[in-house]
């Protein structure tokens, strides 16, 4: 069985362009989560999706962030002119429905460059 | 606010000895707790996890306990192998949707 998947694994940007990050959960997988992670830290939480609404966005840092899940699978990261400092790995996972104590299954990440 | 706190690394150790990694949290009601694995040049893998007090988890002779009168899921091993060299993540989840709040990770270098 397939695990999370995401595309693209690098990116690398200028300063002030649009950037789009996929992911494509578990099948069956109703709960997906977005963390983005800076060099020698651990992943922060972004945005959670149950479904097709964005049940929690409360981890984007700002309106350049905006994410979508339009048909609940597969998910979209937007980034609006991006800055330096958006620069990290951002990372996806899914569980199944989103439970308190569920594993959640990350992908492999991707690493965003903005130079 | 939740939080977690992991000891820093990197910790270096020789194959075979005892390891423990100290985690501990900051939860305002009852949360679960996970250790999270990255291998080099892998994605995050769960480890093992407790989602109640006095619960042990435990995985490739990894345990660790849920302590919630010492906020803590201290993560051991009695005999470590050098393809235990990996970063390790302790995280918290603990609202309806389950996100989850994570340390900063600690690097496990083992030395045949």
């Known amino acids: 069985g397939a695990g999370v998947s995401q595309t693209p694994s690098n990116k690398v940007t200028e300063k002030g362009k649009y950037v789009e990050l996929r992911c494509d959960p578990i099948?069956?997988?109703?709960?997906l989560y977005w963390y983005r992670q800076s060099l020698g830290q651990g992943p922060e939480f972004l945005i959670y999706?149950?479904?097709?609404?964005?049940?929690?966005d409360s981890g984007l840092p700002n309106d350049r962030f905006f994410a979508v899940r339009p048909e609940g699978s597969v998910s979209t990261l937007k980034i609006q002119r991006t800055e330096r400092g958006d620069s990290a790995v951002y990372l996806c996972?899914?569980?199944?429905?989103?439970?308190?104590?569920?594993?959640?299954?990350f992908g492999p990440g991707t690493r965003l460059l903005v130079l | 606010g939740n939080s977690v706190t992991q000891m820093e690394g990197p910790v270096t150790l020789s194959e075979e000895a005892f390891l423990t990694i100290n985690c501990t949290y900051t939860?305002?009601?009852?949360?679960?707790l996970f250790w999270y694995v990255q291998y080099p040049g892998e994605g995050l893998q769960l480890l093992l996890k407790?989602?109640?007090?006095?619960d042990k988890g435990s995985n490739k002779g990894f345990e660790a306990t849920y302590r919630k009168e010492t906020t803590s899921f201290h993560l051991e091993k009695g005999s470590v192998q050098v393809s235990d060299s990996a970063v390790y993540f302790c995280?918290?989840?603990?609202?309806?949707?389950?996100?989850?709040?994570f340390g900063s990770g600690t690097k496990l270098n083992v030395k045949p």
């Open positions: 999706f149950q479904g097709t609404g964005a049940a929690d």
């Open positions: 099948s069956g997988h109703t709960a």
């Open positions: 995280a918290l989840s603990e609202d309806n949707f389950n996100k989850f709040y």
């Open positions: 407790a989602t109640k007090a006095d």
């Open positions: 939860a305002t009601g009852y949360p679960s």
């Open positions: 996972a899914s569980s199944l429905q989103g439970s308190l104590g569920e594993t959640q299954y």
